[in-house]
């Protein structure tokens, strides 16, 4: 946004480099089906089944989220599938662009304007942050799998993105006023329901 009046941005783990994940579109399924034309499953189906379900969804969802659904669901415009990354840079019409990747425009000067940019993150064991959260949860601090894998994360010193300064992230790290920050064990919904999270890790920042 040009010419905005924010001094202090700060981000409750929100998916900057996107979404990839059976866990993360196992529990986007209620909101999938308003934009598939796929029953809904049903409640007896064993865990097992369903995880298997979704892991063949998930192999084969960027052919759909690259393609009817980028201009219908936000889902789509927050996947980001490592092991098509072509497509995702070709067909994501929002992420791509906000983050300056393959070539795209950002609005970096007017992200560098900020005096602080603040993003802060659950950290956990497993590769998600809750059920209904990020996966991987280190997308909340600009970690991300690396392209061509599901499995090795980058973190965010890393990426193409960072190393190009390409939307003024290095820009605001190299000048202290990037603040990052993974707390272990907070779950996606507690960053806005917790009154001792909030006074803990985001109240700080807005003094």
Known sequence: MENHPVLHFISLAGPQMGVYGTT???SAQ???????????LPQFIPSSIMSIGAGVLAGNFHTLAYGSLQNSTSLANLWHDPL?????????????RANGEGGAEAGRANFV?????????????RDFDSRLGLEPWQTGIFGFYKSG???DILPMEKQELYLKDAFGLRTLHE???????AVPGVEHGQWLTSEKIFKSHVLPHLA
């Open 24 to 26: 993360w579109l196992e």
């Open 30 to 40: 209620p909101f999938l089906e308003k934009s598939l034309p796929i029953p809904a």
């Open 84 to 96: 098509h990354e072509h497509e995702y840079l070709k067909g994501n019409v929002f992420l791509p």
């Open 113 to 125: 304007r900020l005096r602080r940019a603040v993003f802060l993150v659950g950290s956990f064991e």
């Open 149 to 151: 894998s599901a499995t």
């Open 175 to 181: 000048t202290g006023r990037l603040h990052l920050k």
